[in-house]
């Protein structure tokens, strides 16, 4: 069964409707199990991040790469979902419509990417800091500690 192109420029290269819904039926599968699995994720480390409070920065934070996670990978499930339809579209002016707004909606996914990627290493960065400075504490009441023990030790 030949799919009715109005034009060959369309999809030169997959002519059978049977497997262009196949390919595409696959890809959208794909997609939506990928989107499910990350929303599953997200949703345990949101889940242990409330149960395990460190402060309230960490728990803001938590909230927020919740939110940022959440949605990048709801949208990987509406691309998936849309590729489905792209099969409908014969219109070669509705085509580049609609892969314009599927490169969009990509865009969009790796902006979250790149700013959940930031503010994950900015808040990392100010842990390390903190860290440090416990650390720097930590180790000078240890000296001060020795120190004491040591004379009462001499005297």
């Given at each position: 069964m030949q799919f009715p192109f109005p034009s060959p420029r369309i999809s030169p290269l997959l002519a059978d409707a049977n497997e262009t819904i196949a390919v595409h039926g696959a890809f959208?599968?794909?997609?939506?199990?990928?989107a499910a699995g990350?929303?599953?994720h997200h949703t345990h480390a949101w889940n242990i991040a409330k149960i395990q409070p460190e402060n309230l920065r960490a728990i803001e934070f938590a909230r927020a790469q919740y939110r940022?996670?959440?949605?990048?990978s709801g949208l990987v499930?509406?691309?998936?979902?849309?590729?489905?339809?792209?099969?409908?579209i014969r219109d070669a002016f509705m085509a580049a419509c609609f892969w314009m707004a599927m490169l969009m909606l990509v865009l969009w996914i790796l902006a979250l990417a790149m700013i959940d990627a930031a503010q994950s290493f900015k808040f990392l960065r100010q842990q390390h800091r903190r860290h440090l400075v416990e650390r720097a504490e930590l180790q000078a009441e240890l000296l001060r500690e020795i120190r004491r023990l040591r004379e009462n030790k001499n005297d």
């Amino acid at each position: 069964m030949q799919f009715p192109f109005p034009s060959p420029r369309i999809s030169p290269l997959l002519a059978d409707a049977n497997e262009t819904i196949a390919v595409h039926g696959a890809f959208c599968a794909l997609l939506l199990a990928i989107a499910a699995g990350l929303m599953w994720h997200h949703t345990h480390a949101w889940n242990i991040a409330k149960i395990q409070p460190e402060n309230l920065r960490a728990i803001e934070f938590a909230r927020a790469q919740y939110r940022r996670r959440m949605l990048a990978s709801g949208l990987v499930g509406v691309v998936g979902l849309a590729i489905l339809s792209a099969v409908s579209i014969r219109d070669a002016f509705m085509a580049a419509c609609f892969w314009m707004a599927m490169l969009m909606l990509v865009l969009w996914i790796l902006a979250l990417a790149m700013i959940d990627a930031a503010q994950s290493f900015k808040f990392l960065r100010q842990q390390h800091r903190r860290h440090l400075v416990e650390r720097a504490e930590l180790q000078a009441e240890l000296l001060r500690e020795i120190r004491r023990l040591r004379e009462n030790k001499n005297d």
